[in-house]
């Protein structure tokens, strides 16, 4: 594809709900960042892989939050058991290589609503 | 550790003059890197410019200039001959050399008026 998509564009679960949300990076792009961005706020990181490897996975807020990227490529964030303060734009980006000074390009993000 | 600050909630700017947005950031890296990225409101977060922390030249994109005091820790963004589609949230950030995790301020909303 031309950029990097994600799915579903938006998803509202009851609280207690488990969601996925996916992200298609840029073909042949080696490394992947998930970020949240709460309302009105920046994005924040949550994880980052090289390939199918999770080299830093740091932010992620709590162990209800999975990442995997089994064949390095298509990503998947899980959140189990939602909780209200989970409720946030989750934004993807994938980069060429990974290098600090590589553009990070990102896809339109996931809007999740907990109720 | 790295953080960013913007200090600016909001600027308005008349179309064809000329906005700057302020960033300060702080960073343990020896060597980093900084963006100013741009954020409309269909949410697709694109790059704007790019600044290399060890060359003392500013970087320029077109209408698009920064103000780099590598000192003071101070990364400014010069939009000049605004136009209405630069009308967007605007984030400052800073990303180390390894494999460019990205620290963001909390965005400068700005209005560009006809």
């Known amino acids: 594809g031309a950029g990097v998509s994600q799915s579903p564009r938006y998803k509202v679960a009851k609280r207690g709900q488990d969601v996925a949300l996916r992200c298609d990076p840029i073909?042949?792009?080696?490394?992947l960042f998930w970020y949240q961005q709460a309302l009105g706020q920046g994005p924040e990181f949550l994880t980052y892989f090289q390939n199918e490897a999770q080299l830093d996975k740091s932010g992620l807020p709590s162990d209800r939050f999975f990442a995997e990227r089994p064949e390095g490529s298509v990503s998947t964030l899980k959140i189990q058991r939602t909780q209200q303060e989970d409720s946030a734009v989750y934004l993807c980006?994938?980069?060429?290589?990974?290098?600090?000074?590589?553009?990070?390009?990102f896809g339109p993000g996931t809007r999740l609503t907990v109720l | 550790a790295q953080t960013v600050t913007q200090s600016q909630p909001e600027m308005s700017v008349q179309e064809a003059e000329t906005v700057t947005l302020s960033c300060t950031y702080d960073?343990?890296?020896?060597?980093?890197?900084l963006f100013w990225y741009k954020q409309p409101p269909s949410r697709q977060m694109i790059l704007v410019i790019r600044q290399e922390a060890y060359k003392q030249q500013n970087a320029t994109e077109n209408r698009f200039s920064v103000n780099f005091q590598k000192a003071a820790k101070s990364f400014s963004l010069k939009i000049s001959d605004s136009q209405l589609g630069d009308a967007a949230m605007y984030f400052c950030?800073?990303?180390?050399?390894?494999?460019?995790?990205?620290?963001f301020g909390q965005g400068t909303i700005l209005t560009v008026h006809p």
């Open positions: 950030a800073s990303g180390g050399t390894s494999y460019g995790k990205l620290t």
């Open positions: 960073t343990s890296e020896s060597d980093y890197y």
């Open positions: 980006a994938s980069s060429l290589v990974g290098a600090g000074h590589n553009e990070q390009f």
């Open positions: 073909s042949g792009h080696v490394s």
